[in-house]
């Protein structure tokens, strides 16, 4: 709940490091610690543990300064995303990516059903249809890259014709995280994470976060976190603020090996497509044969290990459509490859020594 720090001459690897930290002075920690308590001495700015922690703070002020806007934390992702619809009067009009992230697409059909808004899914990747779309919308919504489509969105053109139409812009920023895309500067309104992927990173988490390019919203975030009671714990903040602390040095190498990967994947006989935006470290592949040889490939691998969620330094990955609750338009084939730091030769060995099983 902070504005961001006066770090902005530097660069954003910088500010990853340095922001959030106390002040040097003399036998000054060099962390903010873990503050456990409920409740705080009356006098003072916080009063009670649902209103604020000094170790939210900390996380707050640097992924904030990130952004270049007002963050907020969250118990998780889901959390932030529910705040910052609720920004949406009632019966508002969100227009949102038909390939998002199934627990968002959930959410908003839920509350469509429920009358509290209404939902236009449109493509996101087609910038005319989604400028058509957001005439009466009052938000619109979407991550770029897509999950697990990786379609790409042009904020700033997005943001102009949403703008046009006094509509709000709302972008996840999970999958490209700060360093590689920073949707306030591209006029987006609000960006949030799941803090839970490759801020933290370690797999270890469950946070979220969402970041407000406005005081008003900032504040109105504050009253949903407040009154809704979805509040991170103490121990997750400083745990994702360390994570934040060596985010570069995770992506650069994650990056990279998704990259090599790309490369020696393309033209692979056991796939029928290899999808990847050109930056970040997700990858989607098609497995020729769909759901049977798929499934196969993700029980024999030694290294990349089967499971959902992503961002971590351990290779993972998964075919997307075993959830139900998946798009159907999403190919039932499709694993999506979270890559991570390991020395790529070995990601490589791993996986296609699995690929010529099935191929
Ligand atoms: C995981 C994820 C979420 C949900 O976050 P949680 O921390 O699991 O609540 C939202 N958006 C994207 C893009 C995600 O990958």
Redesign the pocket.
């Known amino acids: 709940m902070h504005a961001a720090s006066d770090d902005s001459d530097l660069h954003p690897d910088t500010v990853a490091v340095v922001a959030g930290r106390p002040a040097h002075a003399p036998d000054a920690p060099m962390n903010v610690p873990v503050h456990l308590t409920s409740t705080y001495v009356a006098g003072g700015d916080i009063a009670y543990g649902r209103y604020g922690n000094p170790s939210w703070t900390a996380f707050e002020d640097v992924l904030g300064a990130l952004e270049g806007g007002r963050c907020v934390s969250f118990a998780?992702?889901?959390a932030a995303?529910s705040a910052v619809l609720d920004l949406v009067e009632p019966g508002g009009l969100v227009v949102a990516p038909r390939h998002s992230?199934t627990?968002?697409v959930a959410l908003l059909e839920e509350r469509a059903q429920q009358g509290r808004l209404r939902v236009e899914f449109v493509d996101i990747a087609d910038t005319a249809a989604v400028a058509a779309a957001c005439e009466g919308a009052a938000m619109v919504w979407f991550?770029t890259p897509t999950?697990p489509a990786l379609e790409v969105a042009d904020i700033a053109a997005i943001a102009a014709a949403a703008h046009a139409h006094g509509a709000l812009v709302a972008v996840?920023n999970?999958?490209a995280t700060p360093l590689l895309q920073r949707p306030l500067a591209l006029g987006a309104d609000l960006v949030v994470h799941?803090a839970?992927?490759y801020l933290s990173g370690h797999s270890d988490v469950?946070?979220?976060a969402a970041i407000a390019a406005s005081a008003e919203h900032e504040a109105a975030l504050v009253q949903r976190r407040t009154l809704g009671g979805a509040i991170p714990a103490p121990l997750e903040t400083y745990l994702a603020l360390r994570g934040i602390r060596t985010l570069a040095v995770r992506l650069e190498r994650a990056q990279a090996n998704a990259q090599e990967l790309v490369r020696r994947l393309d033209g692979h006989p056991a796939l029928d497509e290899v999808r990847y935006p050109g930056f970040g470290a997700i990858v989607s592949i098609v497995v020729r044969g769909g759901a049977g040889p798929a499934d196969a490939l993700v029980e024999r691998t030694r290294l990349w290990v089967h499971a959902t969620?992503?961002g971590g330094v351990e290779s993972t990955f998964e075919r997307r459509r075993r959830w139900p609750a998946e798009q159907p338009t999403i190919p039932e084939g499709l694993v999506r490859l979270s890559v991570g730091i390991e020395q790529v030769d070995d990601l490589w060995r791993d996986l296609s020594a699995a690929l010529d099983t099935i191929g």
């Open positions: 998780s992702g889901m995303i992230y627990g968002t991550e999950n996840d999970t999958f799941s839970t992927k469950v946070m979220g969620s992503l």
